[in-house]
């Protein structure tokens, strides 16, 4: 099975930063990676498929880049309500769909 | 609008059972792949099982193959979560969710219901 690994686990940041979140899995899985935002209490959210694909309704300062094993979430203007934890998934080599195991950003 | 309305959580013994629902709408229902995920408290996501939009195949994450079943009902546009032989760690939020091109590898899940809270527990 893949097995996807996020770093950092948790990080701090202040409005108006550079964000940047990574996933790596532990083999190739092509573009196949998407990424979501969950807030608390919330179902989680899509904002990012097949890598570099913007979901409709997803504010443009969020982006995604990277294929094979490794791929980055940008946000490139943290904004209050980015406080969310953030997960990759994988598509790939399914059954079974791998998540990472989260990051959690919080706003300085 | 699209929608998906999960019910059937609640708080079950160890070792019993429980049904859950995924009410969908606003959307073909019979042209998706459906999912189920799940989060234990304080816990990451875990994806649990998918159907295929046909109802033709279904997959299950080891840890629940076996004691869960998962199925669907076109018609009415609801999907199910059988789930059989409980234990303490399957207390979790479980979440349905509407998969896109699931057929063709690029898997994503773009609309996700509420969840339902099971919680396992004497």
């Known amino acids: 099975d893949i097995q996807m690994t996020q770093s950092p686990s948790s990080l701090s940041a202040s409005v108006g930063d550079r964000v940047t979140i990574t996933c790596r899995a532990s083999?190739?899985?092509?573009?196949?990676l998407n990424w979501y935002q969950q807030k608390p209490g919330k179902a989680p959210k899509l904002l990012i498929y097949?890598?570099?694909s913007l979901q409709s309704g997803v504010p443009s300062r969020f982006s995604g880049s990277g294929s094979g094993t490794d791929f980055t979430l940008t946000i490139s203007s943290l904004q209050p309500e980015d406080c969310a934890t953030y997960y990759c998934q994988q598509s790939y080599s399914t059954p079974p769909i791998a998540f990472g195991q989260g990051t959690r950003l919080e706003i300085k | 609008e699209v929608l998906l309305v999960e019910s059937g959580g609640g708080l079950v013994q160890p070792g019993g059972s429980l049904r859950l629902s995924c009410a969908a709408s606003g959307f073909t229902f019979s042209s998706y792949w459906m999912h189920w995920v799940r989060q234990a408290p304080g816990k990451g996501l875990v994806w649990v099982s998918h159907i295929k939009s046909d109802d033709s195949s279904t997959s299950y994450a080891d840890s629940v193959q076996g004691r869960f079943t998962m199925s669907r009902d076109n018609a009415k546009n609801t999907l199910y979560l059988q789930m059989n032989s409980l234990r303490a760690e399957d207390t979790a939020v479980y979440y349905c969710?509407?998969?896109?091109?699931?057929?063709?590898?690029?898997?994503?899940?773009?609309?996700w219901g509420q969840g339902t809270m099971v919680t396992v527990s004497s």
């Open positions: 969710a509407r998969g896109r091109y699931c057929d063709s590898g690029s898997c994503h899940f773009d609309i």
């Open positions: 083999q190739s899985i092509s573009n196949f």
């Open positions: 097949a890598a570099f």
